[in-house]
């Protein structure tokens, strides 16, 4: 069976990561409320919020044939149990920044995948520990000036001028630019897709 691949996302760091499996998706992105119970757990949020995501783009398809599968993820940063999300504004950033710096912090991210015709999904996440450079307050300034910051969370890009500041980490790497190819590969299979 041929499936068409739909991803609910607008990140071009999402899009270009699922392409170099081969996979040619349509960009649906998701608008859905991001907020959730406080008392979750970081991947409990992540694979809420994938799975909100990926079955609120399963809601919007008139067109809805066999094999079409809609891929949701989210990604969140975390210091000493609380969730950086995107910043707010350039001072927002600033803080996350000077929070992290010298310091290492956990990346997870959700990834859902939901049949469009049954609505069987599947949901998993990934975690990776990821180390920062001690960082000035110069550093900092030149670096949200760059407008980098401004649409990632915890205010940082590990595949752009935020790899100048990470000194290491353990897991992904492709956890931590929001999509962990691994776990998609995984997930995808459990629907038929092999992207190998």
């Known amino acids: 069976m041929d499936h068409t691949i739909i991803l ?11 392409r170099t499996l081969g996979l040619d998706p349509i960009i649906l992105p998701s608008h859905v409320d991001e907020s959730v119970d406080a008392s979750m757990s970081p991947q409990e949020v992540v694979e809420e919020l ?8 399963t809601d919007e398809l008139a067109d809805i044939r066999p094999g079409m599968v809609v891929i949701g ?5 975390v210091l000493d ?3 950086l999300g995107k910043p707010s504004d350039s001072d927002d950033a600033s803080r996350m920044l000077h929070r992290l710096q010298g310091r290492a912090h956990a990346v ?4 859902a995948c939901v049949d469009v015709a049954t609505r069987r999904h599947t949901v998993s996440h990934r975690r990776t520990t ?4 001690p960082l000035t307050e110069d550093q900092i300034s030149r670096y949200v000036e760059t407008g980098e910051p401004s649409d990632k969370a915890g205010s940082y890009a590990i595949q752009g001028i935020g790899a100048t500041f990470i000194t290491g980490i ?18 995808l299979s459990e629907f038929g897709i092999h992207v190998l």
């Open 8 to 18: 609910a996302s607008s990140s071009p760091r999402r899009q270009e990561l699922i």
């Open 50 to 57: 994938a799975l909100r995501k990926a079955l609120s783009v």
């Open 73 to 77: 993820s989210d990604t969140i940063v």
């Open 81 to 83: 149990g609380e969730i």
């Open 108 to 111: 997870y991210s959700g990834i």
């Open 130 to 133: 990821v180390h920062m450079q």
């Open 170 to 187: 353990e897991g992904d790497y492709f956890n931590v630019v929001g999509l962990p190819l691994n776990l998609l590969s995984e997930l």
